[in-house]
């Protein structure tokens, strides 16, 4: 038994934007939001979960080793921000807080 096609399956058309922004803020803009300034200097534990839970992560993931790295290059890549791996590895090594505040002040302006 034969059915007949009587109409054709329409494809979604996604629009995708190659335009890439730059971070809100730099690494060394720490005093740029105080109360993230100063979470980040003395609690950067606390800043780190409270990160993960705005970004939509569970607010354990900084725990885990590299999660933050992968924080950094999810959040370049969804809001496409440009940058490398490379430099997203040396932020989080040579000035891991400074870049732990950035990250949370990109989140703050985004949300």
């Not at 399956?9 to 105080?34: F, H, I, K, L």
């Not at 950067?44 to 924080?71: F, H, S």
């Amino acid at each position: 038994m034969a059915h007949t096609i009587t109409s054709q399956p329409q494809g979604t058309q996604a629009y995708y934007s190659n335009q890439r922004t730059t971070w809100n803020s730099e690494v060394m803009d720490c005093c740029e939001d105080m109360s993230i300034c100063l979470c980040g200097a003395f609690v950067p534990c606390i800043l780190a979960c409270q990160m993960a839970q705005d970004y939509g992560e569970c607010c354990c993931l900084p725990m885990l080793p590299g999660t933050l790295l992968a924080m950094r290059t999810g959040m370049r890549e969804r809001y496409h921000i440009e940058g490398t791996i490379c430099n997203d590895f040396l932020c989080m090594c040579c000035c891991g807080p400074c870049t732990l505040c950035q990250m949370a002040r990109e989140l703050k302006v985004r949300q």
